[in-house]
Nanobody
């Protein structure tokens, strides 16, 4: 099991940028595929982005492709999500998650989750 703590959420305006970070501890970070997910009020949790163990492969949902960038630093045990050109529909609680399975955007495949960080984008 790996423990995950997100940080960096906030209140922003449409068009702003924000960087979320997730710090991992407990197990060997580089053994985990990492993902970012989000959940808006009244909606199901949805995938945002994922990154392979060696950071060579990334995956994005269509709604954020071209605006968000996921990255990781295996030396620092962190994964980040750079969010640009934010829209009101990006408003959600953002979660960092880890899996030992193959890299993917399937929420059900992720075993360990952080507590989430709120991102609110006003128009």
């Amino acid at each position: 099991q790996v423990q995950l703590v997100e940080s960096g959420g906030g209140l922003l305006q449409a068009g702003d940028s924000l960087r979320l970070s997730c710090a991992a501890s407990g197990r060997t970070f580089r053994n985990y595929v990492m993902g970012w997910f989000r959940q808006a009020p009244g909606k199901e949790r949805e995938p945002v982005a994922a990154i392979s163990r060696n950071a060579l492969t990334t995956y994005y949902s269509d709604s954020v492709k071209g605006r968000f960038t996921i990255s990781r630093d295996n030396a620092k045990n962190t994964v980040s999500l750079q969010m640009n050109s934010l829209k009101p529909e990006d408003t959600a609680v953002y979660y960092c998650a880890a899996t030992t399975k193959i890299a993917n955007l399937n929420t059900q495949e992720y075993d360990d989750w952080g507590q989430g960080t709120q991102v609110t984008v006003s128009s």
